[in-house]
């Protein structure tokens, strides 16, 4: 029974973690908590219903399952990171220079408006993922674990250990210098616009998996799903300390296990709450988080 | 998928950097590209057709827009712009006539107002106080002290949840209720700000907007206590002297009552020591803090004051539904009554009852298109957030001192 529900909390908390990963890197680079991203993992969700359900009708998912969910996973990532990319240039890109406040209020009203513009095009009833995964399995340990969970852990998994091995290529550390400090970065002859860009681009296209595998695996997606799974991947990325990538991921799978635990032993009505204490808590005690490093301010 | 547009993708990948770049360049193409690139994102969610037609109006629109943008018709459009809400308002307010006569003036249409108008516009304008009260509130958290709250709604709830459990389970009145209401709410707010405010700028607003939740959902699932998401019904409006004040009418009056109390009192509070420390630790905590001033208890001032007034929001709110829920506080509620604060000019209390006035009016103005009311609050929040981000009416001489410096 534990160890199920910890197989259950690190699918959810990979997704988490999946998410966390965009926010972490925005706030490395533009200290701003783009309130946005969890819509462009909504939008991720929608898309691939979408495009799986263009392949289905086209009768190729029948035919070829992988390779229509391959297709559909390539075009959601292109569109929502076209989204994010879009999100950066219109709403944030003005307002670099502005009070902190400024684009904060603007991450909020791209927020809106993303929920908003999904609600209205695609309807506010429940969206349902168009194939069924069947209900085949592992064991091992007494656990039973989905092929799908499989699937989420290891594609998780895998993102992570890429973006980890991009961080040491060229651009990954154009990225890092940026993240650092912005005016150095362009002395040195860093394109900082293009790497901020980038950062977006990325961020959305990871939140554009973590929409399909969260769809695939609830098999029921509505237009608000981005605001809560949105503050939770937030948390996700406090509790590991948020700027730290190795941290966002830590807190996304503590997320996970915290949620799942919690839903399991005290009570699954309050599994929204268990987030938000936690993130109460983590800010009251340790506001860098667990692995963030403690800025002193300057004056 | 394919067919129209194709061919701009291509565009695209050859001159990526030209997507919503700077205004300046204006290079013919570029409106075809935006046009094209606005029509790529918004084609898998409406289909070939209603994406080509966006396509045209962004392709036909855009240079009317940039047209108005055209050297020659600059200094046509600042002076067009600066008289524009000088003309109707400013000129009178500047007049000497209207220095005099502007503020009684509103006090009397305000007061005649329910003999003209159908209860249908009487209840917005009750609504419209009630929100003003709000956003007074909240101003004080982000436009005196500049700490972002993004829970506000929370305190609204407790102040009409409070009065709801006492009528309904205690039978209290309306009058007693009041304080009650207004103080539960402004512990609250001190006790969620004691320990928060050990925090800055984003965490706190985080840690607004977590505690907003975790009370709307404690509010949804405690159904013993608050009856869970169906709500409390059959709460008593407020008497005086045994006549109900129930009437649209009477009510009107009640909360005018309380907005005419409120703008003064936040005229004085500004204008004092508190008033002028709150200004100080916006305008630079660090230097505030090294004139002596205590910015921990200033700021809590600023919270218990603040969400003392949204304590009264809420019993007014609740006794005028005579009904609560939870589904009334979200976190949408939230970003509302950020928006009316930020509208009218973040510190500025003018500017944020008239930013409360203009978000509850405009939206039932605009019934006709009730569906898009969101969609366009939040492209709104955007845009204005770029071209004024000091609000409709701001604090322009804080803003120039800044700038001297």
């Known amino acids: ?299 | 998928m394919k067919g129209g547009v194709q061919e701009p993708v291509h565009e695209l990948r050859s001159r990526p950097r030209g997507i919503g770049g700077s205004i300046k360049q204006s290079a013919s193409s570029r409106p075809v590209l935006i046009a094209a690139w606005a029509a790529l994102l918004f084609l898998p969610f409406k289909g070939i057709m209603p994406a080509l037609t966006l396509f045209i109006i962004i392709v036909a629109g855009l240079p009317a827009l940039q047209l108005a943008r055209k050297p020659w018709s600059a200094g046509f459009r600042t002076a067009a712009l600066k008289s524009l809400p000088r003309f109707p308002l400013r000129v009178f307010a500047e007049s000497r006539f209207g220095r005099s006569s502007a503020l009684p003036l509103l006090f009397i249409i305000l007061l005649v107002l329910p003999f003209t108008l159908r209860d249908y516009y009487m209840d917005v304008l009750v609504m419209s106080g009630i929100y003003v009260l709000l956003a007074l509130g909240l101003n004080v958290i982000v436009g005196f002290t500049g700490l972002l709250n993004l829970g506000f709604a929370a305190f609204y709830a407790i102040g009409a949840y409070t009065y709801a459990l006492l009528n309904t389970k205690l039978g209290l009145g309306f009058w007693p209720s009041l304080p009650l209401s207004a103080g539960a709410a402004a512990l609250s707010g001190l006790l969620l700000a004691f320990p928060a405010l050990r925090l800055k700028g984003d965490y706190l607003a985080i840690v607004t907007l977590g505690f907003g939740e975790i009370l709307r959902i404690v509010l949804n699932n405690w159904d013993s206590f608050t009856n869970g998401p169906n709500g409390i019904s059959g709460i008593t409006p407020p008497f005086l002297f045994g006549v109900s004040l129930g009437s649209l009418k009477y009510y009107y009056y009640l909360v005018l009552l309380i907005v005419l109390v409120a703008v003064p009192v936040m005229k004085r509070v500004e204008a004092s020591r508190i008033g002028r420390a709150w200004l100080a630790i916006k305008e630079n905590e660090i230097a505030a803090s090294s004139m002596g001033i205590n910015t921990t208890r200033y700021k809590l001032y600023a919270f218990a004051f603040g969400t003392f007034w949204a304590g009264i929001a809420g019993i007014l709110f609740a006794a005028k539904m005579r009904f609560v829920s939870p589904e009334s506080f979200t976190f949408m509620e939230s970003v509302l009554i950020l928006s009316m604060v930020i509208l009218g000019g973040l510190g500025n209390i003018y500017g944020a009852a008239a930013g409360a006035v203009i978000l509850v009016v405009l939206p039932e103005a605009l019934r006709e298109v009730q569906s898009y009311r969101m969609l366009i609050l939040g492209i709104g929040l955007v845009l204005l957030m770029i071209f004024r981000p000091q609000g409709l009416l701001s604090r322009n001489k804080i803003l120039k001192s800044r700038k001297q410096n």
């Open chain 1, 1 to 299: 029974m534990l160890l199920q529900q910890l197989i259950n909390g690190l699918t959810l908390g990979s997704v988490y973690a999946i998410i966390a990963l965009g926010y972490t890197m925005v706030y490395g680079i533009l200290e701003l908590i783009n309130f946005a991203h969890g819509e462009i993992y909504m939008l991720g969700a929608y898309l691939g219903i979408i495009f799986l359900g263009i392949f289905t009708a086209m009768g190729l998912t029948a035919a070829n399952f992988p390779l229509a969910l391959i297709l559909t996973v390539l075009i959601t990532v292109f569109f929502c990171s076209a989204y994010g990319f879009t999100m950066e240039k219109v709403a944030y890109k003005p307002l670099r220079n502005a009070p902190r406040l400024s684009p904060l209020i603007s991450a909020i009203g791209v927020s809106i408006f993303l929920q908003n513009y999904v609600m209205l095009t695609q309807g506010a009833t429940d969206k349902v993922f168009p194939y069924r995964y069947g209900e085949a399995h592992v064991h091992f340990l007494n656990v039973e674990m989905t092929y799908l969970q499989v699937m989420i852990i290891a594609t998780s998994a895998l993102l992570m250990l890429a973006l980890h091995l991009f961080r040491k290529t060229r651009m990954g550390k154009a990225m890092r210098a940026t993240a650092q400090d912005k005016t150095m970065a362009a002395l040195v002859g860093i394109n900082v616009d293009g790497i901020i860009s980038l950062t977006f681009v990325i961020g959305a296209g990871l939140a554009a998996v973590a929409g399909i595998m969260v769809a695939s695996y609830y098999g029921i997606v509505n237009y608000f799903i981005g605001y809560v799974a949105g503050i939770k991947a937030f948390t996700a990325a406090v509790l590991g300390g948020i700027g730290s990538i190795p941290g966002a991921m830590l807190g996304g799978i503590l997320l996970g296990l915290i949620e799942s635990l919690g839903a399991a032993y005290i009570s699954s009505e309050y599994k929204d709450v268990y987030a938000f204490v936690m993130l109460l808590i983590i800010l009251l005690i340790r506001p860098s988080g667990i692995l963030g490093r403690h800025t002193e301010e300057k004056v």
